[in-house]
């Protein structure tokens, strides 16, 4: 069965810098991947996808990720950080052998420093 | 409005009696499921529906019943409410197999 695995638990960043959170999945080919945003009591909401082509994916308020098959991640990046970015982030994955049940990762709780 | 719904938002009830969380969307999507967000465990996959009197069990179900007599609306039930079911429940819909899962607001639900 796949896993995701998003190693990091907690990320603590100042306003204003940068920010990578990380996510690896295990699977042999190419599955949908997916990161989401939870903020405080709200549901989860989609920042991007990845189905296939350019394997660097813009997605809403300012973020973006990389797909890199040869290390099995999804990385999610943005330049500059704002206050308003604190909350729990998921990366999930689909399709996996046409089953239409995706598979999230833990997530990570992103704090956000003035 | 579009979109999709859960109500209540909140929940307060004792152990033993029977509660059902509501879930309705309005974009025909064939696909829901019921997830528990818990603390430590993330979410976690309570049931699934795939069509109208289609579900099947997730990774969590023991205590849950869910029906799906109609696409828009996927009602979670608890027959007998524990404390160990105090959660955070949400609802979830999707299109088909490759795109994105679109999440209700969520329901707090405490047994006490």
């Known amino acids: 069965a796949q896993s995701v695995t998003q190693p990091d638990i907690h990320i603590t960043v100042s306003e204003g810098a940068s920010l990578e959170l990380r996510c690896n999945y295990s699977?042999?080919?190419?599955?949908?991947l997916f990161w989401y945003v939870q903020s405080p009591g709200q549901g989860l909401q989609l920042l991007l996808k990845?189905?296939?082509?350019?394997?660097l994916v813009q997605g809403i308020k300012g973020f973006e990720a990389e797909f890199k098959r040869s290390q099995s991640s999804f990385n999610l990046r943005k330049p500059s950080v704002h206050w308003s970015d604190a909350a729990e982030y998921f990366c999930?994955?689909?399709?996996?052998?046409?089953?239409?049940?995706?598979?999230f990762g833990r997530g990570t709780s992103l704090i956000v420093h003035p | 409005d579009a979109g999709i719904t859960q109500s209540p938002r909140y929940k307060i009830t004792e152990t033993g009696r029977q509660v059902t969380l509501m879930c309705h969307q309005t974009?025909?999507?064939?696909?829901m499921f019921w997830y528990r967000q818990d603390l430590g465990h993330g979410l976690r996959l309570i049931y699934y529906?795939?069509?109208?009197?289609?579900?099947d069990k997730g990774e969590v179900p023991d205590g849950y019943v869910v029906s799906r007599s109609k696409t828009e609306n996927f009602p979670l039930t608890l027959e007998s409410a524990t404390r160990s079911q105090t959660s955070v429940y949400f609802c979830?819909?999707?299109?088909?197999?490759?795109?994105?899962?679109?999440f209700g607001p969520g329901t707090r639900l405490t047994v006490l």
């Open positions: 529906s795939a069509a109208a009197d289609i579900t």
């Open positions: 974009w025909s999507h064939s696909y």
């Open positions: 699977y042999g080919a190419t599955p949908y």
């Open positions: 999930a994955v689909g399709g996996v052998g046409g089953s239409y049940i995706p598979t």
């Open positions: 979830a819909s999707t299109r088909d197999t490759y795109n994105e899962q679109f």
């Open positions: 990845y189905f296939s082509g350019d394997t």
